[in-house]
């Protein structure tokens, strides 16, 4: 059965960076085939479609915030983390993390998702 | 990085059938049979109905189909039921630098 969850603060101050953890099971980033991304929807707004990191280290980012983020991974303790730097308000959002085959391109398993505030 | 294009509402009665669209361009939709939907109830995460344009994962009702023509894709929901009333995403793939975005998302109302 494979489940994530997200972490992180609830709230951040504009300029400060949010650092997010993705901690899963049912299945591993070594070896090879999965692959973990992040995606995150405003309130009352649309999904956005933030990074994604593969088991080989492969990494995407959305090519707009592609300078304020960072995807790393953890194989041995099961985590994916996501840092987005200098946060503004606009950034408050749910954050998901979700899993996908390396071959496919949607995300067939999500948690449940982690609101951030970014408010001073 | 442009969201895809979807109406901001649709509804039908229970029983009736209803047609979402998502219109992208041929750098995305229409370039790639990479189109999934998401259904995503108040509060919840979204669940994967539709992947590849037209495949159903293990546990979606037939009553969901999925179709594409050109550079618009579509979600049809055949004989609505109340728990249909959410809602819903489409994705694609978007080559290689983008990799994928998601539409603007339609509101399901079960009347």
């Known amino acids: 059965q494979i489940t994530l969850k997200e972490s992180g603060p609830t709230l951040v101050k504009p300029t400060q960076t949010l650092t997010l953890t993705c901690t899963f099971s049912?299945?591993?980033?070594?070896?090879?085939?999965?692959?973990v991304g992040w995606i995150r929807q405003p309130p009352g707004g649309a999904l956005e479609w933030l990074a994604l990191?593969?088991?080989?280290?492969?990494?995407r980012y959305r090519p707009s915030l592609k300078s304020r983020l960072t995807i790393t991974k953890d194989s041995s303790k099961n985590q994916v983390v996501l840092t987005m730097t200098n946060m503004d308000p606009v950034d408050t959002a749910t954050y998901y993390c979700?899993?996908?085959?390396?071959?496919?391109?949607?995300?067939?398993?999500w948690g449940q998702g982690t609101l951030v505030t970014v408010s001073s | 990085q442009s969201a895809l294009t979807q109406p901001p509402s649709a509804s039908g009665s229970p029983g009736q059938s209803v047609t979402i669209s998502c219109t992208g361009t041929?750098?995305?939709?229409?370039?790639?049979?990479?189109v999934s939907w998401y259904q995503q109830h108040p509060g919840k995460a979204p669940k994967l109905m539709i992947y590849?344009?037209?495949k159903r994962p293990s546990g979606v009702p037939d009553r969901f189909s999925g179709s594409k023509s050109g550079n618009t894709a579509s979600l049809t929901v055949s004989g609505l039921q109340a728990e249909d009333e959410a809602d819903y995403y489409c994705?694609?793939?978007?080559?290689?630098?983008?990799?994928?975005?998601f539409g603007t998302g339609t509101k399901v109302t079960v009347l």
């Open positions: 979700a899993h996908r085959l390396d071959y496919e391109y949607f995300f067939g398993y």
């Open positions: 049912g299945f591993s980033l070594s070896p090879g085939g999965v692959g």
């Open positions: 990191i593969f088991w080989n280290d492969d990494k």
């Open positions: 041929s750098s995305d939709v229409g370039g790639y049979n990479f």
């Open positions: 590849e344009v037209t």
């Open positions: 994705s694609s793939y978007a080559g290689s630098n983008k990799f994928e975005v």
